[in-house]
């Protein structure tokens, strides 16, 4: 179990450039989560996965955001026309269940992806 | 909707002083309740976690009873260390839904 990955961990970019973070969740897994976090302030929540399928969007999710777990695995979140106030850590988590089933409420985090839009 | 109310920081003790941290809570019917931690530098991880009404969750000398009557979840730590220096979140959700997380309380402990 080497737990939740994310990559890349640092992004720097222009206003108006796309960027793209992924993340792998830990391989047993079928729950996966978007939060994003700003300075001084609680994780919020962007979307969830359950294996590919997308169940919840918050509405801070713009249309500008895009968000998908095609095979069920790994997930892709993406960002178009970036502005300032995107700039945040983006973090992604993941949950599952026991072999016989029991749903485990715990979530697993990721270290985050830092993003920079000057 | 769901929300949690959190102490605002940031908190200062010294080493070996007692510790609480008040997380409340407001959610229609009876969620899990969490903590998180932050360490410097480091991801969230789960400190620890209550299902049920007066569930009492403990972790690394942290404890955290769930009152139902009072909507509440304060962590509480009986001799702090410097170790225990980092952000605390706390949180709430409905089964493996998403977590709603109150705004933090950077923790700093001095030697």
């Known amino acids: 179990d080497t737990g939740v990955s994310q990559d890349p961990r640092h992004k720097i970019t222009k206003r108006g450039q796309n960027v793209t973070f992924r993340c792998d969740p830990i391989s047993e897994h079928n729950r996966l989560y978007w939060y994003r976090q700003t300075l001084g302030q609680g994780p919020e929540f962007l979307t969830y996965f359950q294996n590919e399928a997308q169940l919840e969007k918050s509405r801070l999710l713009s249309d500008r955001f895009s968000a998908e777990r095609p095979k069920g695995s790994f997930s892709t979140l993406e960002i178009q026309r970036t502005e300032q106030g995107d700039s945040a850590m983006y973090l992604c988590?993941?949950?599952?269940?026991?072999?016989?089933?029991?749903?485990?409420?715990?979530?697993?985090f990721g270290p985050g992806t830092r993003l920079l839009v000057l | 909707g769901n929300s949690v109310t959190q102490m605002e920081g940031p908190v200062t003790l010294s080493e070996e002083a007692f510790l609480t941290i008040n997380c409340t809570y407001t959610?229609?019917?009876?969620?899990?309740l969490f903590w998180y931690v932050q360490y410097p530098g480091e991801g969230l991880q789960l400190l620890l976690k209550?299902?049920?009404?007066?569930d009492k969750g403990s972790n690394k000398g942290f404890e955290a009873t769930y009152r139902k009557e009072t909507t509440s979840f304060h962590l509480e730590k009986g001799s702090v260390q410097v170790s225990d220096s980092a952000v605390y979140f706390c949180?709430?959700?409905?089964?493996?839904?998403?977590?709603?997380f109150g705004t933090g309380t950077r923790l700093t402990i001095i030697p």
């Open positions: 949180a709430l959700s409905f089964g493996n839904e998403k977590l709603t």
């Open positions: 988590a993941s949950s599952g269940r026991t072999s016989g089933g029991r749903v485990l409420e715990t979530q697993y």
């Open positions: 209550a299902t049920k009404a007066d």
């Open positions: 959610a229609t019917g009876y969620p899990s």
